[in-house]
């Protein structure tokens, strides 16, 4: 990997390109949210300033602390929330994010509900899919996926676009990006996110609109 973020920007940017055309996929399809946790601000305004604008954090706090200030000074940021949810927490996510990644659960479905009315503010939403079935990661399990959607577009009206997921890390994840596809497909969203560092590439091959990369554009994390 070389040094600079701009380089790698460069890089994965240009890799994106190359499957997206492998697989005969449209102009456009494939979106980069670069993954900016816990990554110095220096880094980030490196990528800012070759002008990518599309990034993702995953702790609300650690995203509140910064972005309101970065945005102000490079406009046309778009902001994932790629991490867990808490109720606590939902009010901040709604006023800052632009796409809420994480939707994993009833609970935090309403909440999340209730704010976008209360601040007249619509980020989309993509719900996790827990593909695994790992008992230590979030995620709804596939099983439950379309009732889920019912519920979330249905009862709550929820701007619902796509689904994601992070595949287990000692599996192959071409299966999971398989059946999250097969399950976007069956609930009628055109959203996919899902590809990391490791696997973007595997990941757009089998439909992802949205790749989540951090450590190839900034890094490794402190
Ligand atoms: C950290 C993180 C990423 C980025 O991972 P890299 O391996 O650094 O590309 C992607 N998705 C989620 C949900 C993450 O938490």
Request: glycine share 8%.
């Amino acid at each position: 990997m070389s040094d600079t973020v701009a380089e790698n920007l460069t890089q994965v940017l240009g890799e994106i390109e190359a499957c997206r055309t492998a697989a005969l996929r449209p102009a456009e399809a494939v979106t980069l949210v670069a993954v900016s946790k816990q990554q110095p601000e220096a880094r980030i305004r490196e990528a800012l300033e070759a002008g990518h604008r599309v990034f993702g954090e995953n702790r609300v706090q650690e995203a509140a602390g910064r972005w309101p200030d970065l945005r102000g000074d490079w406009p046309g940021v778009k902001l994932h929330l790629i991490g867990p949810l808490q109720s606590n927490k939902s009010a901040d996510a709604v006023a800052l994010f632009d796409v809420i990644e994480t939707l994993d659960r009833e609970k935090i479905a309403r909440t999340i509900a209730a704010e976008m009315e209360k601040q007249d503010r619509r980020p989309d939403c993509l719900i996790q899919v827990n593909t695994g079935l790992e008992p230590q990661k979030a995620g709804i399990a596939p099983e439950d996926v379309g009732d889920f959607v019912a519920f979330c577009r249905e009862d709550l009206g929820l701007p619902l676009q796509g689904l994601m997921c992070i595949p287990p890390l000692e599996e192959e994840p071409a299966m999971h990006f398989a059946m999250l596809a097969d399950l976007a497909e069956a609930n009628d969203l055109a959203q996919l996110s899902m590809g990391m560092s490791g696997d973007y590439q595997t990941a757009i091959k089998f439909g992802a609109t949205h790749v989540r990369v951090g450590t190839a554009v900034f890094g490794a994390r402190a």
